[in-house]
């Protein structure tokens, strides 16, 4: 192995206020996740093997998760990824951690679900929390894990009210405490007037993404599991006793397969391509500020979002004074990258408008995957695939989680049960139009941010 990304210098890095107004020049901004700096993704050299006991496709966090428990209980584990292992979300993502239970409503939980399996549901949300924080524990992972609480603006007084009955039911029903912060006192929180109050979610956590793959890999494999690099996955055929799985011109035998691409899931197998629609978000780091500058902004030094439907969020950087800003982006391509990020340059000067001449020096964008129904996945697909993706954005405890709840599975293990077992997966009859259609959905959600209605 050898490290193919070497120590990003500082790049001269573009104003705010330029980047927002759309006086851009690429070349000044580093386009790698600023999260590669400290953790360059590792290039490997060598080809996977003829036949292995497990073959897991994908190497970010859920990949990895399972190859640890599987190989631990002395299966053969091979981890392939089409890019450097951790190309994916895995080392692009705000490292901001929660349980996920606030991608619905907990009223709206329980009226789609009943009483029973939503509280089954919120409390394993609260377990996967739990969760991350033990493996970073027990596995000593130097990933800067803090339980610094979450601040979540409202962006309308009338989201303020919803947030704090949902925040009670929160508490009701999954045991979670929650403080209210009204408009009044949100400067203790946060040095913006944007929002109209919040809410404060003291349990969840901020780690370093890069450095939790780096620790998270490199237990799997001390553990026995080989990871290899630049091994795009094609065609995967059922035979008798295993799967027959295409990796560039060579094939390879596999008892069981795994797949773990969430929102890089593409020609894998028409199962997944229907059931996951791959979704932009983006982020950008400003250079290093004063500290009598940045230590007003966050006193709280916690992670950050709002109540939008196409939201942004941010943070400070684990140990640098940086602010971290990202948000979903529509239209995401490479050429169009700069629009992209000056739409995320003009969210932050919105929150923070003294800003405009600190300047940008990283910005970088990935995939989350989004299923149809908005739960995350787990389980076995028609050809016997195992599968876990789907974590709709809120993946960093989930895919840890159902890595391992995954690899229990595969093992015949009772703990291996989760309350999303028997959550049907959702596929979409016009799958086929949802990926080219998610920018026209997110600039339609965009209006309605805007509008409020
Ligand atoms: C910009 C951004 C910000 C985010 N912020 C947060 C956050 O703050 N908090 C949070 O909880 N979540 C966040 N997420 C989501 C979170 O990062 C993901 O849910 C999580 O990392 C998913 O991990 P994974 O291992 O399932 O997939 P990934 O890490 O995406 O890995 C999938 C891998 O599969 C590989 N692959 C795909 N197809 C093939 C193939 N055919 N053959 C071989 N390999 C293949 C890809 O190369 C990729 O490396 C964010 C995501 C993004 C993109």
Same mark, same amino acid.
């Given at each position: 192995?050898?490290?193919?990304?070497?120590?990003?210098?500082?790049?001269?890095?573009?104003?705010?206020?330029?980047?927002?107004?759309?006086?851009?020049?690429?070349?000044?901004?580093?386009?790698?996740?600023?999260?590669?700096?400290?953790?360059?993704?590792?290039?490997?050299?060598?080809?996977?093997?003829?036949?292995?006991?497990?073959?897991?496709?994908?190497?970010?966090?859920?990949?990895?998760?399972?190859?640890?428990?599987?190989?631990?209980?002395?299966?053969?584990?091979?981890?392939?990824?089409?890019?450097?292992?951790?190309?994916?979300?895995?080392?692009?993502?705000?490292?901001?951690?929660?349980?996920?239970?606030?991608?619905?409503?907990?009223?709206?939980?329980?009226?789609?679900?009943?009483?029973?399996?939503?509280?089954?549901?919120?409390?394993?949300?609260?377990?996967?929390?739990?969760?991350?924080?033990?493996?970073?524990?027990?596995?000593?992972?130097?990933?800067?894990?803090?339980?610094?609480?979450?601040?979540?603006?409202?962006?309308?007084?009338?989201?303020?009210?919803?947030?704090?009955?949902?925040?009670?039911?929160?508490?009701?029903?999954?045991?979670?405490?929650?403080?209210?912060?009204?408009?009044?006192?949100?400067?203790?929180?946060?040095?913006?007037?944007?929002?109209?109050?919040?809410?404060?979610?003291?349990?969840?956590?901020?780690?370093?993404?890069?450095?939790?793959?780096?620790?998270?890999?490199?237990?799997?494999?001390?553990?026995?599991?080989?990871?290899?690099?630049?091994?795009?996955?094609?065609?995967?055929?059922?035979?008798?006793? #295993? !799967?027959?799985?295409?990796?560039?011109?060579?094939?390879? @035998? +596999?008892? /069981?397969?795994?797949?773990?691409?969430? &929102? *890089?899931?593409?020609?894998?197998?028409?199962?997944?391509?229907?059931?996951?629609?791959?979704?932009?978000?983006?982020?950008?780091?400003?250079?290093?500020?004063?500290?009598?500058?940045?230590?007003?902004?966050?006193?709280?030094?916690?992670?950050?979002?709002?109540?939008?439907?196409?939201?942004?969020?941010?943070?400070?950087?684990?140990?640098?004074?940086?602010?971290?800003?990202?948000?979903?982006?529509?239209?995401?391509?490479?050429?169009?990258?700069?629009?992209?990020?000056?739409?995320?340059?003009?969210?932050?000067?919105?929150?923070?408008?003294?800003?405009?001449?600190?300047?940008?020096?990283?910005?970088?964008?990935?995939?989350? #995957? !989004?299923?149809?129904?908005?739960?995350?996945?787990?389980? @076995? +697909?028609? /050809?016997?695939?195992?599968?876990?993706? &789907? *974590?709709?954005?809120?993946?960093?405890?989930?895919?840890?989680?159902?890595?391992?709840?995954?690899?229990?599975?595969?093992?015949?293990?009772?703990?291996?049960?989760?309350?999303?077992?028997?959550?049907?997966?959702?596929?979409?009859?016009?799958?086929?139009?949802?990926?080219?259609?998610?920018?026209?959905?997110?600039?339609?959600?965009?209006?309605?941010?805007?509008?409020?209605?």
């Amino acid at each position: 192995m050898s490290d193919q990304y070497e120590k990003t210098i500082e790049p001269p890095g573009i104003r705010l206020g330029d980047l927002a107004a759309g006086r851009t020049r690429s070349e000044v901004i580093s386009a790698r996740p600023y999260w590669w700096r400290a953790a360059p993704p590792r290039a490997t050299s060598t080809f996977p093997p003829q036949s292995t006991d497990v073959l897991i496709v994908g190497a970010g966090y859920t990949g990895l998760s399972a190859a640890l428990v599987l190989a631990r209980a002395g299966r053969q584990v091979t981890v392939v990824d089409a890019g450097v292992p951790g190309f994916g979300a895995s080392t692009r993502n705000g490292g901001q951690v929660g349980s996920g239970n606030q991608k619905f409503r907990v009223k709206t939980l329980i009226a789609m679900q009943g009483e029973r399996k939503a509280v089954e549901l919120l409390h394993e949300g609260v377990a996967m929390l739990d969760g991350i924080e033990a493996l970073v524990r027990d596995e000593q992972i130097d990933c800067s894990f803090r339980r610094c609480g979450r601040f979540r603006g409202a962006m309308r007084p009338e989201h303020y009210d919803a947030m704090a009955r949902d925040m009670e039911d929160l508490a009701r029903y999954a045991g979670v405490t929650f403080e209210m912060v009204e408009r009044r006192n949100q400067h203790t929180e946060i040095a913006t007037d944007m929002f109209h109050g919040g809410s404060l979610l003291p349990q969840d956590a901020a780690l370093h993404p890069g450095r939790y793959h780096a620790g998270l890999m490199a237990r799997a494999i001390a553990a026995g599991a080989t990871v290899f690099g630049n091994s795009p996955v094609g065609a995967i055929a059922r035979e008798r006793d #295993g !799967h027959n799985v295409q990796i560039g011109n060579r094939t390879i @035998r +596999a008892r /069981d397969v795994l797949i773990a691409t969430n &929102g *890089y899931t593409k020609n894998v197998s028409p199962y997944f391509d229907q059931r996951i629609v791959p979704v932009g978000s983006a982020q950008i780091a400003t250079e290093i500020m004063p500290p009598e500058v940045f230590d007003r902004l966050m006193p709280g030094g916690r992670v950050y979002g709002c109540t939008n439907r196409v939201f942004f969020y941010f943070r400070p950087a684990p140990d640098e004074r940086r602010l971290i800003w990202g948000g979903r982006v529509d239209h995401f391509k490479p050429e169009t990258a700069m629009a992209a990020y000056a739409h995320l340059a003009r969210d932050l000067l919105r929150a923070f408008p003294m800003l405009g001449d600190v300047r940008v020096t990283d910005a970088w964008s990935g995939l989350i #995957g !989004h299923s149809f129904d908005d739960f995350p996945h787990l389980g @076995r +697909a028609p /050809d016997g695939v195992y599968y876990a993706m &789907g *974590y709709c954005g809120t993946g960093v405890s989930r895919s840890t989680h159902f890595g391992r709840k995954i690899a229990l599975k595969m093992l015949g293990h009772a703990d291996g049960r989760s309350a999303f077992d028997d959550l049907a997966f959702p596929s979409h009859p016009f799958h086929a139009f949802a990926r080219p259609a998610v920018p026209l959905v997110e600039s339609w959600y965009r209006a309605r941010d805007f509008t409020g209605l």
